[in-house]
Nanobody, 122 residues
Framework: QVQLVESGGGLVETGGSLRLSCAASGRTFSNYAMGWFRQAPDKEREFVAAINWSGGSTCADSVKGRFTISRVNAKNTVYLQMNSLKPEDTAVYYC????????????????WGQGTQVNVSS
């Protein structure tokens, strides 16, 4: 059974940083891209960032220059380094895995984690 387990969420002040981690287990993810979505209260879920097996990555315009996605294939782990956080970044962040080498602003994914809450105070 595939599991994606996120960690690293919490409360931070505007301008602060957090690093989210996601550990994947239950299968081989060598053909899978991994990424992050987020959902704020009363808003639709939105794509944040994605990275494929070879390290190619992309991210949403709203986080470009502030967030960086990375992965360690040997550990089946993906990270999201979030800097210069803003109150509008407050959301539940979901780790995802998608059976594709193509990275773009996905609408959905094959596997989802339970989510980790990020709160940015103003």
């Amino acid at each position: 059974q595939v599991q994606l387990v996120e960690s690293g969420g919490g409360l931070v002040e505007t301008g602060g940083s957090l690093r989210l981690s996601c550990a994947a287990s239950g299968r081989t993810f060598s053909n899978y891209a991994m990424g992050w979505f987020r959902q704020a209260p009363d808003k639709e879920r939105e794509f944040v960032a994605a990275i494929n097996w070879s390290g190619g990555s992309t991210c949403a315009d709203s986080v470009k220059g502030r967030f960086t996605i990375s992965r360690v294939n040997a550990k089946n782990t993906v990270y999201l380094q979030m800097n210069s956080l803003k109150p509008e970044d407050t959301a539940v962040y979901y780790c995802v895995a998608k059976n594709t080498p193509f990275i773009y602003a996905w609408k959905t994914a094959d596997y989802w984690g339970q989510g980790t809450q990020v709160n940015v105070s103003s």
